[in-house]
């Protein structure tokens, strides 16, 4: 059993410049209490990814507390330049992790091979290879998976879709995405399952949490000691702001995810039920 979360930010410490903001209505600085991450261990998270757009807040000196922190308390992860993967071990069980984001200080998303070149590295090695990305454009005008590149605010953010595929012919088992802040679709792909993003689980105060921005799913993924996709469940999630993330009653996550899915891959195998079973249907 693998918890695995995306890390959005870096923990506090003297070093480290903030970015500058020109607007900071639209612009974040992240950086967490270091006793934070106190509690994402007593979450019982394992591994977590470190490439996103707000890890580099405070430059090449936060990344570098942020490791150290993380390292102290044995946690695996991956996504920086200087730490572009990890092997651990868990249940007799070997896992490969690595993750990628098109921003700086993070492995890049948008360099293809090379992430192809590390998932196989990492198939090598490892039972399970488990591959994370951080990208997409942001909001609930993109909510749909797309072929090609996405730009936000002016910026290449590559394609997820490319990306998912070619970790996936590289050896990957599992592929978690993350960015957009909304839900988006499942894809069965070569058996190996791909979750295009998971939306917001847990934020601090002013962001923006109504419509598809404040309900996410948790998605549980089981697959056999090669790897192979067989089955799954997913576990409607909300924030009403203060408080951090509680169940959906109301399951809008897996209704979400369920339309997402029969829309944007509607011939492939992978089926989402309407209580969020995953299954595949040969």
């Excluded at 967490?32 to 090449?60: R, T």
């Excluded at 651990?88 to 070149?117: H, S």
């Excluded at 996410?216 to 576990?235: N, Q, S, T, Y």
């Excluded at 809008?252 to 369920?258: D, E, F, T, W």
């Amino acid at each position: 059993h693998i918890l695995f979360g995306n890390l959005e930010g870096g923990f506090e410490g003297k070093l480290g410049t903030p970015k500058n903001c020109k607007d900071t209505t639209r612009c974040y600085v992240f950086r967490m209490p270091a006793h934070f991450a106190n509690c994402i261990q007593e979450a019982g998270y394992d591994v977590l990814s470190v490439a996103n757009n707000h890890v580099n807040d405070f430059g090449a000196e936060g990344r570098q507390v942020t490791a150290h922190i993380l390292d102290s308390l044995g946690f695996a992860y991956a996504g920086f330049i200087t730490h572009p993967w990890t092997v651990f071990e868990k249940g007799g069980v070997t896992y490969g992790f690595a993750a990628f984001a098109p921003n700086k200080g993070c492995m890049d998303l948008k360099n293809y091979a090379e992430a192809a070149r590390i998932t196989r590295m990492l198939d090598s090695l490892a039972d399970i290879v488990i591959i994370s990305f951080h990208g997409g454009a942001e909001g609930k005008d993109h909510q749909h998976v797309v072929r090609g590149d996405e730009e936000y605010l002016g910026y290449n953010r590559g394609s997820v879709y490319h990306f998912a595929h070619r970790v996936v012919d590289a050896g990957a088992d599992v592929v978690f995405g993350h960015g957009p802040h909304v839900t988006r679709a499942l894809e069965l792909y070569g058996n190996r399952l791909i979750c295009y993003s998971l939306g917001n689980f847990a934020t601090y105060r002013r962001f923006n949490l109504s419509g598809p921005n404040g309900f996410a799913p948790i998605v549980k993924v089981k697959v056999d000691r090669e790897g192979c996709f067989l089955g799954g469940e997913v576990v409607s999630i909300y924030q009403p702001g203060e408080g951090g993330p509680r169940i959906d009653p109301a399951g809008r996550a897996v209704a979400k995810l369920k339309t997402l899915t029969e829309l944007d891959f509607p011939d492939q195998e992978l089926v989402v039920d309407d209580d969020g079973i995953l299954w595949k249907n040969d």
